[in-house]
């Protein structure tokens, strides 16, 4: 989440390139994205030439800079960071540097200083390393012209991205995803949350969470492993998968396996039979491309509709394919957010572990759709947790209330009859530490460090009360509730009546107001 000094740095920047002549916002943001990358390349990449040093070439004359960025820097940035087959070199094929104005650009340049100066200052002054600045101006932008929230898509705050991995505990012994990446938020968390978990020196940020940032307790091996064969990612966004390997690269994941592509779609089996070296079927129901990601962290596009027809075959259990009399299979408008929860079931391995953010009416809709999925949770996986978070946290996108589900995965297209024999915990939380309303502003509280303590320590406690805001419920109540997840159905209100004043009191005290208001106004006639 951006200070308010940034976004004003930010807004001031964009108001000057549409002046510019770059006024199409998305074209504005990539060209922005670029500059970010390009001042944060030394930091990050050790053994860089002088010459695409920002700090050498800041310092050219306007005459020369524009030349030199276009055909040296942005030349190197777009074919000469990554070998072609790299996922960074293709996510930057079409890429295209479009400032033409040597003074446009200075004054790009300047304001990139500016902000990067102000996001040193968050680090220094707040531990706040988790800055997802390419997100957040992408996110910031998009509010200004009206394209935040299209087809339910959302930025998630990265205070409840980080507390999502602190849940989660991903390490380095597997596969680490995010089926609709975005900006690649999710896998930076889980990256900072990585480093954070092998660091010797670990503080409290300004959500009471642990962050560290040195990882000095990763050997050399166990390093290269995580920045280059750890993250993965796929988005139907072409601008989201530049940015997003372009962000997850600064933070220092040299290789961000993000791929454009829909992955409700066959074509995400395809990728993934494309990885398999020495195999040569092209069968997507392969049982070889089941289950490769041992974490999936995510937050999928709300309420999104979509048409069957380019669902993937494999996804046939919420939406069982319907067919006419000829035999052609039908066309139906379908929820994406029930088929990407069918798919993150899909893609983690027996054991692997998923935190997926829902709106809450897939937890309690009726729909037989809506039903099977949440059955597919209870048997398919073992359903650890639901997290109702406030109805605020995705202001001033939408009030849409949402929850986090915790899960992790049994056995594909497990028996129906198989249900989970762990009972589920459920946790309410009121607050996640900031206001909620569109400001947004940080309160003095510590929801998310409460929360994590309760779901560290919920073994140890008694959680049968359902009166508090966290208690388990046995998988046998949640059958006859039609396998309902809410929060608010197990959760038991106590009234407790106030206890008001008497009339009688309240008059009195009136009276005594009124002979005073009286008698100030009496002197205010004498003055």
């Known amino acids: 989440m951006l200070s308010t000094d940034i976004k004003n740095k930010v807004q001031s920047l964009w108001d000057r390139l ?37 700090s050498v070439y800041n310092k050219f004359n306007d005459s020369e800079l524009l030349n030199h960025v276009k055909n040296n ?7 000469d960071l990554a070998s ?24 790009a340049m300047n304001y990139i200083n500016d902000i990067y100066s102000l ?47 602190n849940i989660l505990d991903p390490d380095i012994d597997g596969k680490i995803c995010d089926i609709t990446s975005g900006s690649g938020g999710f896998l930076v968390g889980a990256y900072q949350y990585i480093l954070t978990k092998y660091s ?40 989201m998968i530049r940015i997003g390997v372009m962000n997850l690269m600064m933070h220092g994941i040299e290789k961000p396996n993000l791929v454009y592509t829909d992955s409700l779609s066959e074509d995400y089996e395809n990728i993934e039979l494309s ?6 079927s092209d069968d997507i129901k392969n049982k070889s491309i089941q289950g490769l990601y041992k974490y999936i962290l995510a937050n999928p596009p709300f309420t999104g509709k979509v048409d069957s027809i380019r669902i993937s075959q494999n996804l046939d259990r919420v939406y069982p394919p319907q067919f006419d009399k000829e035999g052609n299979r039908k066309n139906i408008t379908v929820q994406s957010e029930l088929l990407f929860l069918e798919r993150i079931i899909y893609m983690l391995e027996e054991g692997g572990r998923a935190a997926v953010i829902v709106p809450e009416g897939v937890l309690f809709n009726s729909g037989k759709s809506h039903k099977a999925i949440r059955k597919l949770l209870l048997t ?23 929850s986090i589900l915790l899960f992790s995965k049994r056995k594909y297209r497990n028996k129906e009859d198989d249900l989970q024999s762990l009972n589920v915990w459920f946790y309410g939380m009121d607050s996640d530490g900031y206001s909620l309303d569109n400001a ?88």
């Not at 087959?85 to 446009?104: R, T």
């Open 18 to 54: 549409w002046a510019g002549g770059l006024a199409n916002p998305i074209e504005a943001i990539d060209q922005i994205s670029y500059l970010l990358f390009m001042k944060r390349l030394e930091s990050f990449k050790s053994d860089l030439e002088d010459k695409y040093k920002w």
């Open 73 to 79: 820097v942005f030349n190197f940035i777009k074919n």
């Open 84 to 107: 072609a087959e790299d996922p960074y070199a293709i996510a930057m094929n079409d890429a295209v540097f479009k400032f033409k104005s040597p003074a446009l650009l200075r004054d």
């Open 119 to 165: 996001i040193d200052d968050e680090i220094k002054n707040k531990n706040n390393h988790f800055q997802d600045i390419q997100g957040d101006v992408y996110e910031h932008l998009l509010l200004q012209t009206n394209e935040a929230g299209k087809n339910g898509q959302f930025r998630t705050p990265r205070h409840i991205i980080y507390l999502m991995a």
């Open 200 to 239: 010797k020196k670990v503080t409290d940020d300004e959500d009471g969470l642990p962050r560290g940032i040195d990882g000095d307790n990763l050997d050399d091996t166990k390093t290269k492993h995580l920045k280059e064969q750890t993250f993965f990612g796929f988005d139907i966004d072409q601008t």
């Open 275 to 280: 990885r398999k070296k020495g195999e040569k």
């Open 380 to 402: 398919d996986c073992a359903l650890e947790g639901v997290v109702s978070l406030p109805s605020g946290t995705f202001l001033p996108y939408t009030g849409v209330k949402t």
């Open 440 to 527: 947004r502003k940080r309160t003095i509280d510590f929801p998310l460090k409460d929360m994590l303590n309760e779901w560290t320590n919920k073994n140890n406690k008694d959680q049968s009360n359902l009166e508090l805001h966290h208690f388990e419920i046995p998988v046998e109540k949640i059958i006859e509730n039609d396998f309902e997840l809410n929060f608010n159905l197990y959760k038991e209100y106590v009234y407790v009546p106030q206890e008001f004043e008497k009339t009688e009191s309240l008059l009195k005290q009136l009276k005594v107001l009124e002979k005073s208001i009286s008698e100030q106004l009496k002197n205010l006639d004498n003055l």
